[in-house]
């Protein structure tokens, strides 16, 4: 029986390769498939594709037993693997390695698409695949590495998306073509999650941690994970969260010039679980000893508040709180900390009092974004 996810987005008339995307899509990211769901007809549709192309780039990069050569390989050429029907790669040990031996059923959708959103998966995909090879091949040492990197991990994702949306005749050509902003929303998002997966990356592997930072307060990256190194680890970490918070401002700019209701649902839904991601590690030991995040339930309700800018405003501000609760007095980074935290608060209320987050009307909460949440709550119950 389908889960109500993949019901929900596959009606009668969708065909049997177009249901198991979004079986996949709900299997490879369950909180991702819940904000594509709340999109409509095509666009829902390439932005599931979308998704799952990268999500199968990704993935080669990611897998720690695929060879150096073979992986140079498959990212310099991944691109051309969408117009190749029979392609697949079925070697692969890492968890998500799904959507890569089942990319025909994948490639076939995508160039079932309209050619807008072919050109747009396509080129996002050779420009993410011929960046992350540069990183094949060299360490992430400074505060300039980590910020490419993270374009060519996030940054050229949330511009494809965009690109997408504008596609779709959703928002204005002006927004798209303000790339510096997308890609600082990318930055940010990265930035989070390399934050936050600290420990599994070291399991499997992988540093995405710039070397600037560590070298401070470890001689090695992986030494941060001893207890005895607990001190410097935490200091290391809110180092790193600092510079993430630089981002925030662009991300309120941004968020600010949507018109298109999906467009910002779709938007916002993705900084806000960012930002609370980041509240939540902030100053917290338990990055060294797990992946942190942050409750269900809480996903949940910033999912359904987060449906205009003034409800963004005050959940950005309530984050920020949190970490300025947090901050410790002895910390290096601190000033550093105190400041961009102040400088967001400031902005958080630039335009007037700020709303208690319980007391938005549930006119705002579109019914799209109701059932793709209420979908998703559901599936992780099971």
């Given at each position: 029986m389908a889960t109500s996810l993949e019901a929900a987005a596959a009606p009668d008339s969708m065909s049997d390769s177009l249901q198991t995307c979004y079986k996949h899509l709900n299997e490879t990211g369950r909180s991702f498939a819940a904000i594509i769901l709340a999109l409509d007809g095509e666009l829902r549709d390439a932005m599931c594709i979308f998704y799952l192309v990268l999500r199968a780039l990704d993935t080669v990069e990611?897998?720690?037993?695929?060879?150096?050569?073979?992986k140079i390989t498959m990212l310099h050429n991944f691109h051309t693997y969408l117009y190749q029907a029979a392609w697949r790669f079925t070697e692969g040990k890492h968890k998500d390695r799904q959507v890569l031996e089942d990319f025909p059923t994948i490639s076939l959708e995508f160039r079932k698409l309209a050619m807008v959103y072919q050109e747009v998966i396509a080129n996002t995909c050779h420009k993410m695949g011929v960046g992350l090879v540069e990183f094949l091949e060299k360490r992430i040492e400074s505060f300039l590495?980590?910020?490419q990197y993270s374009h060519y991990s996030a940054g050229l994702v949330v511009i494809g998306m965009f690109q997408l949306v504008a596609s779709a005749g959703l928002e204005d050509a002006p927004v798209v073509e303000?790339?510096?902003l997308l890609n600082s929303t990318g930055l940010f998002q990265q930035k989070t999650n390399a934050i936050r997966d600290y420990l599994e990356d070291q399991l499997e592997g992988r540093e995405f941690w710039p070397r600037e930072v560590w070298s401070k307060y470890s001689k090695k990256l992986s030494d941060l994970a001893k207890p005895e190194n607990i001190v410097?680890?935490?200091q290391c970490l809110n180092d790193l969260v600092t510079n993430a918070l630089q981002h925030i401002p662009d991300v309120l700019l941004y968020l600010s010039r949507l018109r298109n209701q999906?467009?910002?649902n779709f938007f916002a839904i993705q900084q806000?679980?960012?930002v609370a991601t980041l509240a939540a590690c902030y100053n917290n030991h338990q990055?060294?000893?797990?992946?942190?995040?942050?409750?269900?339930g809480q996903a949940v309700t910033l999912m359904m508040d987060a449906t205009n800018m003034q409800a963004v405003r005050a959940i950005m501000y309530q984050c920020m709180n949190e970490i300025y609760q947090k901050i410790p007095v002895s910390d290096p980074s601190t000033g550093r900390t105190q400041n961009i935290v102040s400088t967001i608060q400031k902005l958080c209320l630039s335009?007037?009092?700020?709303?208690?987050r319980h007391g938005f009307s549930p006119i705002y909460r579109s019914c799209a974004v109701l059932l793709a949440i209420l979908s998703w709550y559901y599936l992780l119950m099971l």
């Open positions: 990611d897998d720690m037993t695929i060879n150096l050569q073979t590495d980590w910020d303000d790339t510096r410097p680890a935490v999906n467009a910002f806000v679980i960012a990055v060294f000893k797990g992946v942190v995040k942050i409750r269900k335009n007037g009092p700020l709303m208690s």
